[in-house]
Structures are given as structure tokens and as C-alpha cells.
């Protein structure tokens, strides 16, 4: 059986993973994550409480700890289909970047634009977003996504 330590992932992200309590990968983490720190696409389906969040975010925050965040560009978007699913997401985000200084904005409709506009103007390593709330500042100028 293979371990995080195996995956070739940032330690500070082995630390955060350590200190959630896991040492074990779960079979889509351990088929997605080699492949999304190659840079190659992954579609990965699996059942709720597999770890799927896991298996995109901890190479994300491998790949990103290694840049810096700008002004109204954000390095990375994660599109989430429900309000709930991007808090859900941003939530492990957090905890997995917990030791890697990065950047996250959550734009999800019922919280001010004010707030949210203010995070994107100091550039954002990590956008989580519904589909909506992303329109609504790219239609009003507020993003750049190239």
C-alpha cells in the first residue's frame, strides 16, 4: 500500500495531511495524484468520503507553492456547482495549505461583493467559485481569466 510520503507532494502538505490524521491514500487519491502533479488532465469518480477534494487539492497546493499570487488573475479556479460544495472545498483547501503561504477566495452568491472584490484586487492564488458568482465579476471586470 502506498503512502502520502510516496506521492511526491510538497511536505508541508505531507505535515497538513499528517496532522488531518491520514497516512494512507485512498485508491482515487492514489491513481489522481501522480497524474495532476505531472500536469496531465484527470477526470476521477468515486463515492462521497473517498477523498476526492484531496486527490485535486494537495497537488494544487504542490504545483502552486512554487509562484506568486497576482492582482485580479487568479493562478488557479476550482468551479464548485453548489454554494455549499465551494465552502466544502475551500474548507479543505485551508487545512491542506494550512503550513504553505497561498492565497483563497470564495465566491459564492449571499456575501458581499465588497469583501470578495477586495480579495481578487490583491490577487488570489486559489479561486473557488459557483458558476454565477464567477460571472457576475468577470461581467463586472473584476477578474482577468487567461
Known amino acids: 500500500m502506498t503512502s502520502f510520503s510516496d506521492l511526491s507532494l510538497d511536505p508541508r502538505v505531507l505535515q497538513a495531511v499528517s496532522e488531518s490524521g ?18 496531465r488532465d484527470v477526470l476521477g469518480i468515486a463515492q462521497t468520503g473517498t477523498g476526492k477534494t484531496a486527490a485535486f487539492v494537495l497537488p494544487m497546493i504542490t504545483h502552486l507553492s512554487k509562484g506568486r499570487a497576482r492582482a485580479r488573475m487568479p493562478r488557479s479556479l476550482v468551479l464548485c456547482p453548489t454554494r455549499e460544495l465551494a465552502a466544502q472545498v475551500a474548507e479543505q483547501f485551508e487545512k491542506y495549505s494550512a503550513h504553505v503561504k497561498l492565497s483563497m477566495a470564495l ?14 484586487d490583491r490577487g ?4 473557488i467559485a459557483t458558476p454565477g458568482r464567477l460571472l457576475d465579476h468577470f461581467e463586472r471586470g473584476k477578474l482577468m481569466l487567461t
Not at 22 to 39: F, R, V, W
Not at 107 to 120: A, E, N, T
Not at 124 to 127: I, P, S, W
Request: glycine fraction near 8%; hydrophobic fraction near 40%; avoid cysteine.
Open 22 to 39: 491520514y497516512a494512507t491514500p485512498t485508491p482515487i487519491q492514489q491513481q489522481a495524484i501522480p497524474s495532476a502533479l505531472e500536469g
Open 107 to 120: 465566491l459564492i452568491g449571499g456575501v458581499s461583493f465588497k469583501d470578495q472584490d477586495k480579495l481578487i
Open 124 to 127: 488570489v492564488d486559489v479561486l
